[in-house]
């Protein structure tokens, strides 16, 4: 896996902070050493004449990415404080500078103290944004309740997965990823069950490719996308125009938006990352999304997720995310969120790998492969039932980012 990021000096002097720094970056993937940083450029506060295309739409184009770190829900702490002070920012950015390079583990000795596959090496520490959310709707920035319907299913969820870890080392010590379950020697009886639904993340058997999640696949869990790691790469043509999102380990995916004033698809016709249609008011591109399928799950949602994006060029170095999220079936309101994007250089960025997803090519057969010789070796009497090893928890050991 490699993260690219272009550099690019911040020029813009007015902006909502006047202060530009370098990105701290944690030690990166596997054996890669090369650090890499990225300046950050202010947000605009002013309107600017819009950038044009050559046919005279707003000019979108070009490769960005979000430079600092903002939580997608605000802190109970910061109640209705929708920006942080200077001092608060620098409070955060000190805290979290100090993950860098720290190993916190697990009960050494332990099967997770073992399987921990990542320390704070693996972790990009990025700059703290200006607001304490990206939610700015609710103005309490937080994710609206769910419905009693939603609430049922995200229980029976994890209901189920607590079950399958029932007869591990992980429940038995009261380790934070068996919290609400509880220990039990004899494995369970659901085992060979099928999930409440349609399993989009990992779990404590590997039966088959679907019982990984989505990232063990090489899949991603598509819109709306507001990964911490990667970039935006917008390319406009008078009919249409095209995303390609740069995330998660090779998990890079291309989106089309169609721009003919066509009406979405039949509601029988599903896509992973939905039917984009989109138009433009004024100087924003404005895009309905709906049609997802009901195997992909944002927060819960899933076939029946609406969203409503607005992309606004507000200056030359810089891009206004808005997304307007709703599901009647999951939230009782809908909510928004926001981002804004820096541009990065098309020079310094011209040369692009194809993402490769080492994740599903080898990892997930050498899941499935390794998971038989164990239930091979217990069936002739050579080893632990493999159900009582967990497989599943993940990130055991990694420090909390007080920003999170």
Same mark, same amino acid.
């Given at each position: 896996m490699k993260? !690219?990021?272009?550099?690019?000096?911040?020029?813009k002097k007015k902006a909502m902070r006047k202060r530009s #720094?370098?990105?701290?970056?944690?030690?990166?993937?596997?054996?890669?050493?090369?650090?890499?940083?990225?300046?950050?450029? =202010?947000?605009?506060?002013?309107?600017?004449?819009?950038?044009k295309t050559p046919w005279g739409e707003p000019d979108l184009q070009g490769i960005w990415t979000d430079e600092t770190a903002t939580p997608m829900q605000r802190s109970p702490?910061?109640?209705?404080?929708?920006?942080?002070?200077?001092?608060?920012? +620098?409070?955060?950015?000190?805290?979290?500078?100090?993950? &860098?390079?720290?190993? *916190? !583990?697990?009960?050494?000795?332990?099967?997770?103290?073992?399987?921990?596959?990542?320390?704070?090496q693996f972790a990009s520490i990025k700059r703290t944004g200006a607001r304490t959310s990206m939610i700015v709707d609710p103005t309490n920035g937080r994710i609206p309740p769910m419905t009693p319907e939603?609430?049922?299913? +995200?229980?029976?969820? *994890?209901?189920?997965r607590l079950a399958l870890l029932q007869s591990t080392e992980t429940c038995k010590n009261k380790s934070v990823g068996c919290s609400g379950g509880k220990y039990d020697p004899k494995p369970s009886s659901r085992r060979?069950? &099928?999930p409440p639904r349609y399993n989009i993340a990992r779990m404590n058997r590997f039966d088959g490719p679907e019982d990984g999640a989505l990232a063990d696949r090489c899949l991603t869990a598509g819109l709306p996308?507001?990964?911490?790691?990667?970039? !935006?790469?917008?390319?406009?043509?008078? #009919? /249409?125009?095209?995303?390609?999102?740069?995330?998660?380990?090779?998990?890079?995916?291309? *989106?089309?938006?169609?721009?003919? /004033?066509?009406p979405h698809l039949p509601a029988n016709i599903r896509q992973w990352y939905g039917d984009s249609r989109g138009h433009w008011e004024g100087n924003t591109l404005v895009i309905d999304v709906t049609n997802f399928s009901p195997k992909t799950d944002f927060q819960? #949602?899933?076939?029946?997720?609406?969203?409503?994006?607005?992309?606004?060029?507000? =200056?030359?170095?810089?891009?206004?995310?808005?997304v307007t999220i709703e599901d009647p079936t999951v939230w009782t309101?809908?909510?928004?969120v926001k981002q804004e994007f820096t541009k990065q250089s098309d020079q310094q960025n011209r040369i692009y790998y194809e993402p490769r997803c080492n994740e599903g090519n080898y990892g997930l057969p050498g899941l499935m492969h390794g998971l038989r010789a164990q239930e091979a070796d217990f069936a002739a009497g050579k080893g632990a039932n493999p159900a009582t090893h967990d497989i599943a928890t993940d990130f055991v050991g990694v420090e909390d980012d007080p920003l999170q």
């Open positions: 993260i !690219r990021c272009g550099n690019e000096s911040a020029k #720094s370098r990105f701290l970056i944690g030690a990166a993937i596997t054996a890669a050493t090369a650090g890499m940083a990225v300046s950050v450029s =202010g947000l605009a506060q002013t309107e600017t004449p819009a950038l702490k910061y109640a209705n404080q929708e920006f942080f002070t200077e001092a608060q920012r +620098a409070e955060l950015d000190k805290a979290r500078s100090e993950l &860098l390079g720290r190993d *916190r !583990r697990v009960e050494r000795g332990t099967e997770l103290d073992v399987a921990g596959a990542y320390n704070g939603a609430q049922k299913m +995200a229980a029976a969820e *994890r209901e189920f060979a069950d &099928l996308e507001f990964g911490a790691i990667g970039f !935006r790469r917008i390319v406009q043509t008078q #009919s /249409g125009i095209s995303m390609f999102y740069d995330v998660g380990q090779g998990q890079g995916w291309q *989106r089309n938006i169609v721009m003919n /004033g066509s819960g #949602s899933r076939e029946n997720l609406h969203l409503v994006e607005r992309w606004t060029r507000t =200056g030359p170095t810089t891009l206004e995310y808005a309101r809908s909510w928004t």
